[in-house]
């Protein structure tokens, strides 16, 4: 799929109301239906510290980050303020018109939880830009590449407060919306080979290139009822992944999963998969095929 095919395609969407609102603020979700059960496995290899056993409390920084002049990359960081780590580091990618901090609520359990999320705020696709434009998805996978390299970075850094407290080897790419579009092109056609595990919420496929390189498990959670970007759509990139996934479908849900009835259940479940995926936690994951409506494709 060339460049240009890929443009016309984000910008139908965007045209057709697809993808025009994606941010993590709470709508009214729709009445039920069904959805699917299963499973998923991962071989842990070559973990440097057991998942921990306690929650941390949390602080947050801002970085000032640029990919060149034009493309300002200002971004949030959620980490464990106690701790010597290392921790998993996870760069999220919010969806169209939304911000970082839309996010907080699902990304600080994160980080209570163990693990540095960084998120920054994209220059054409977040809230408030001068010159909004979809197609600008295009770049963004190498933006949240960026984003990853700083960051680990700071592994390294004298008197950061990051200072030897990052894991490099488990590192991992996670998005909602426009922002799974941008994490499941992180492991296709602008492939980041850091990558050692995936979560797309509310995602689908519309980036070019395939799946290659080094297996990744992804973990999908997808509302039944969404109307910004439909279920069959987010079920089809569930199932393009070629390696180990699962997908956790929300029957009674629409497009936002960071918020409202079904925020614990996504927050729960997504924690246990980073768990599991990161730290190999087999408790974790022995949970994690214990949800409804969870479905694998192994």
Avoid at 255 to 283: N, P
Wanted: aromatic residues 8%; contains cysteine.
């Amino acid at each position: 799929m060339g460049r240009r095919t890929v443009a016309l395609l984000l910008a139908a969407a965007c045209a057709t109301g697809a993808l025009t609102s994606c941010s993590a603020k709470s709508t009214p979700e729709p009445t039920p239906s069904t959805s699917p059960t299963a499973e998923i496995t991962r071989t842990a290899e070559s973990i440097r510290n057991r998942a921990p056993a306690r929650a941390f409390p949390v602080k947050t920084r801002k970085l000032k980050l640029s990919r060149g002049e034009d493309r300002p990359l200002p971004t949030t960081v959620w980490y464990p303020a106690t701790g010597g780590g290392p921790f998993p580091v996870i760069v999220f990618s919010h969806g169209l018109t939304a911000r970082p901090g839309d996010y907080a609520d699902i990304l600080s359990r994160w980080a209570r939880a163990g693990f540095v999320v960084a998120a920054p705020a994209y220059p054409h696709t977040s809230a408030g830009v001068a010159e909004f434009n979809v197609v600008d998805l295009l770049n963004q996978p190498a933006d949240a590449s960026y984003v990853l390299t700083r960051v680990l970075a700071l592994d390294g850094r004298a008197g950061d407060p990051l200072a030897g407290r990052l894991d490099p080897e488990h590192v991992a790419a996670a998005g909602h919306s426009g922002g799974g579009i941008t994490t499941l092109g992180m492991l296709s056609g602008t492939r980041d080979d850091r990558l050692t595990a995936a979560v797309v919420l509310a995602g689908r496929q519309v980036l070019p290139g395939t799946f290659t390189g080094s297996p990744v498990p992804v973990f999908f959670v997808h509302g039944k009822l969404d109307r910004t970007v439909r279920y069959a759509d987010g079920l089809a990139a569930f199932q393009a992944v070629p390696w180990p996934k699962a997908l956790l479908t929300l029957p009674t849900a629409g497009h936002v999963v960071t918020g409202g009835r079904q925020f614990d259940l996504v927050a729960d479940a997504t924690i246990d998969f980073w768990r599991s995926s990161l730290y190999g936690d087999a408790g974790a994951l022995r949970r994690l095929e214990q949800r409804d409506n969870l479905d694998s494709d192994l």
